[in-house]
């Protein structure tokens, strides 16, 4: 017996870029339990592999990056039974703490647990078609995967209120001026231009990617003494690394640096 197709492809661009694609376009690639439990494990190998610099998530086909979490799930599952399906840590704590950038290819409808999939992400670049929105209060329940926190602490107080409370489901334009979208980008030239950001992330030194994530990630979780002095921390270890001494190296030589990664 054949076994069934997998529902996450994974591919290895140049330079370091993965590109993972959730693939159930025929269910608007719905997260269920199956999508959640691959993009574990696609995390943790991508996580431990020197290889990979920066991880792009997308949705197949040209309708959804994802379209919300599959509903059918929901249908007779208890309190104490849905809670342990969002047991810590859920996939959008471990795409938030994944050590490297992460870039979601936003190609459609992103929807539910799409929009906190894609909130867990860094960097968010939408195709022009896009349609974003935290709608489960129209299914009588409320965003579990992390969308009424960083919504809010990305997009303001306010906003993050008007959507999560009338379900609004909002254009590319709407997102980028608000910014839950860094950059929008016609549908055709979606993955080019997103593979383009990567790839610049990716020329840079691994270690230092890492180092810069962490910092960044006090900017979002602490106040600003504290914030600050971990930036300078950070910055004092970056001088630790064989990486700075090849980057400062290669800028007074005119030339290229060749990372270590170390």
């Known amino acids: 017996m054949s076994s069934a197709p997998p529902v996450v492809r994974v591919e290895n661009m140049d330079r370091g870029v993965r590109l993972v694609t959730i693939d159930r376009p025929q269910k608007m690639n719905a997260l269920n339990a199956a999508v959640r439990d691959a993009l574990t494990d696609v995390a943790a190998e991508a996580a431990d592999d020197a290889d990979v610099r920066v991880l792009v998530i997308t949705g197949a086909g040209e309708k959804a990056f994802i379209a919300g979490a599959?509903?059918?799930?929901?249908?007779?599952?208890?309190?104490?039974?849905?809670?342990?399906?969002?047991?810590?840590?859920?996939i959008f704590d471990r795409i938030w703490d994944f050590p490297l950038p992460t870039i979601a290819m936003i190609n459609g409808f992103c929807l539910g647990g799409g929009c906190e999939l894609a909130l867990a992400c860094d960097v968010r670049i939408g195709a022009d078609t896009a349609r974003i929105g935290q709608?489960?209060?129209?299914?009588?329940?409320?965003?579990?995967?992390?969308?009424?926190?960083?919504?809010t602490r990305l997009v303001g107080y306010g906003k993050a209120h008007q959507l999560i409370l009338t379900g609004e489901i909002i254009d590319a334009v709407k997102a980028y001026e608000i910014g839950l979208l860094d950059e929008i980008v016609p549908a055709n030239e979606l993955k080019e231009k997103t593979l383009d950001v990567a790839r610049a992330m990716a020329s840079k030194?691994?270690?230092?990617?890492?180092?810069?994530?962490?910092?960044?990630?006090?900017?979002?979780?602490?106040?600003?003494s504290a914030g600050l002095e971990q930036e300078r921390d950070l910055?004092?270890?970056a001088f630790s690394t064989d990486d700075k001494v090849e980057g400062v190296k290669a800028f007074l030589e005119k030339r290229k640096p060749e990372w270590k990664g170390r």
């Not at 208890?78 to 810590?88: G, H, I, N």
């Not at 709608?135 to 919504?151: A, C």
């Open 235 to 237: 910055f004092a270890l």
């Open 135 to 151: 709608p489960e209060v129209n299914l009588g329940i409320i965003p579990g995967g992390g969308g009424t926190q960083r919504l």
């Open 70 to 90: 599959d509903i059918g799930e929901f249908a007779d599952r208890t309190p104490l039974e849905q809670r342990e399906a969002m047991a810590t840590p859920t």
């Open 205 to 224: 030194s691994p270690v230092t990617l890492k180092l810069a994530k962490r910092a960044l990630r006090a900017a979002y979780e602490m106040e600003l």
